[in-house]
């Protein structure tokens, strides 16, 4: 498991890449990745390209940061998911509360 974390040049998009298991065990590198959140981003990308397994305490995370941001569906997109996951998501009504694409 890793998260990469890159600030976009012009500050406003910060992009967060999870490989491996999204569970408890990310939760201090992915707080440090939001702690990187200010006034000035604008967006979260949330990068699941490389997850192969998110479990409830990910789900949870995922709802701090979009608080963090300030809880609009439009601020955080969660991109490349495989079929499990985004299955998981919707399950769990996320498409409803992010942008899952």
């Known amino acids: 498991?890793?998260?990469n974390v890159e600030l976009k040049n012009?500050?406003?998009e910060l992009s967060i890449k999870i490989?491996?298991?999204?569970d408890f065990s990310v939760h201090q590198?992915?707080?440090k990745a939001t702690d990187k959140i200010n006034?000035?981003?604008k967006?979260?990308?949330?990068?699941?390209r490389s997850t192969d397994y998110v479990d409830s305490s990910a789900l949870g995370m995922l709802l701090v940061l979009r608080d963090k941001i300030?809880?609009?569906k439009q601020k955080v997109?969660?991109?490349?998911?495989?079929?499990?996951?985004?299955?998981?998501?919707?399950?769990?009504?996320?498409?409803?509360?992010?942008t899952v694409a």
């Open 43 to 48: 967006r979260v990308i949330i990068d699941l």
């Open 29 to 31: 590198e992915l707080r």
């Open 19 to 22: 490989s491996g298991r999204f």
């Open 70 to 72: 300030g809880g609009d």
């Open 39 to 41: 006034s000035a981003v």
């Open 10 to 12: 012009d500050t406003s």
């Open 77 to 98: 997109r969660i991109v490349n998911a495989n079929s499990e996951v985004k299955k998981i998501l919707e399950i769990a009504s996320f498409d409803k509360l992010f």
């Open 1 to 3: 498991m890793s998260v």
